[in-house]
């Protein structure tokens, strides 16, 4: 018997294992359409079927094992490439990883070499080669600049910049006069004068420039400064402690005061009070004391009542008065209070003097403060108004009201300005 084109439909719908566990709706229909017009049902025996039809039917089984065996391969050798793949990217992970752990312990290294020099083993040559590392690790010599740690961080640069610092605070600890050659030498050509821990008797550069003028009885005068000017951008902070700090100065100096706003306005307050006709009797170092006075009265009016003793008790050791034998007696002052005080100060009094940083001091220990380019010496072009009614009277606050020695040393070729809390002035350099 020969197979029509339905009925071998018909076999395929049976026999097939692709179709028999179709759900398909047109594959029922069709199949039961056949049933019915040639009488075949979904039991008839493969015996009915034409030889032929069994043949197909099993070239068609084998057909699709073959391909099932295909595909499962490919699969195989997919799977077998992904995991190759997956090992290359792990190993290059933890070669890049390992490398990043090693140039990590290799600046811990270098700063550790820097600081476990002591301090009087700290030579010139010393810094000069600490400044050559410092120009190979920025041009990238001697570094792999692939690495994160130093494409992104710099991170070999800036352990030497951090251990030429340490070169340079160690050897102004154990020889001031060599530091200041050294750096006289060094910056700015080799270290931006930024980068000193110390500039407070540091030449600027262009000083050589500076003409030496001479008073009617050849005695040398300051020099001016001949930097161009800083323009102070006044904070929020800034505008509301000027004000403050400008109603004291009028009610401290009997009611002195102008309309001109900022610290130009200030200025002008102190400049009639410094000027002023004297009463008959008062001598000229009379008055000076009682400039000193004023801002001292100021400087302790802005404070409120509630800084100066907690300051006193916390920060420079001074027993309070509780009715004991220790009373008044000084302890301190504690040994955190220089540096803590050169941290908050350039916060509150940015409004007189304009920016500052923290530094070391000429004996090389943390407490320093260095005002880049001081506002009040700037716009006032006076030394006087300088030394008495900024530095003077806030050496003397800081000592008498505060219990904490300050150095005030004003630069007048470059209008910087160094503060050193807790350093006594024992000799030329801080007077």
């Known amino acids: 018997m020969k197979l029509t084109t339905t009925a071998a439909l018909l076999l395929a719908i049976q026999g097939c294992d692709a179709f028999s566990f179709t759900s398909s709706q047109s594959f029922i229909i069709g199949r039961a359409h056949l049933q019915k017009t040639h009488g075949w049902t979904s039991s008839s025996s493969s015996s009915s079927v034409h030889p032929s039809s069994s043949l197909t039917l099993a070239s068609s089984r084998n057909d699709i094992d073959v391909t099932d065996k295909t595909k499962s391969t490919n699969d195989n050798i997919n799977t077998n490439t992904i995991d190759a793949s997956s090992s290359i990217e792990d190993s290059d992970i933890l070669a890049k990883l390992t490398s990043e752990l090693q140039e990590l312990f290799a600046c811990t290294s270098i700063v550790y070499s820097y600081l476990a020099k002591e301090d009087g083993e700290v030579t ?20 792999d600049d692939e690495l994160f740690l130093n494409r992104h961080l710099s991170l070999r640069h800036k352990s030497h910049l951090f251990g030429r610092y340490h070169l340079l605070v160690k050897l102004l600890k154990s020889n001031y006069d060599a530091y200041i050659k050294t750096a006289e030498f060094l910056s700015p050509s080799r270290i931006p004068r930024g980068e000193l821990p110390n500039v407070q008797d540091v030449a600027y550069f262009k000083e050589e420039t500076v003409t030496n003028y001479l008073d009617e009885g050849g005695v040398a005068l300051v020099p001016d400064c001949e930097l161009d000017d800083m323009t102070y951008n006044d904070s929020s902070l800034d505008k509301v402690l000027l004000s403050i700090f400008r109603k004291l100065v009028a009610e401290n100096t009997g009611g002195i005061q102008n309309d001109t706003p900022g610290i130009k306005g200030l200025l002008i307050q102190g400049r009639q009070f410094m000027t002023k006709e004297l009463p008959e009797g008062v001598s000229y170092e009379d008055h000076t004391i009682a400039q000193h006075t004023m801002v001292k009265n100021t400087l302790g009016g802005l404070m409120t ?32 209070a220089p540096f803590l005080t050169s941290m908050v100060t350039p916060i509150f009094f940015g409004f007189l003097v304009g920016p500052s940083r923290p530094n070391r001091r000429a004996d090389g220990q943390r407490g320093g403060l260095v005002v880049e380019k001081c506002k009040f010496l700037q716009e006032s072009g006076c030394k006087g108004l300088c030394l008495h009614q900024c530095k003077i009277p806030a050496q003397e606050f800081f000592k008498e009201e505060l219990g904490l020695d ?26």
């Open 124 to 143: 010139v040559e010393d810094v000069v080669l600490a400044c050559d590392r410092v120009d190979e690790s920025a041009s990238g010599e001697g570094c």
């Open 305 to 336: 009542p509630v800084l100066p003793p907690f300051y006193r008790i916390f920060m420079s050791g001074i027993v309070p008065k509780l009715g004991t034998e220790f009373d008044g007696k000084q302890l301190g002052p504690w040994f955190y």
């Open 406 to 431: 300050l150095t005030v040393k004003p630069n007048f070729v470059t209008q910087e300005c160094q503060w050193s809390f807790g350093e006594v002035r024992f000799c030329c350099r801080c007077l």
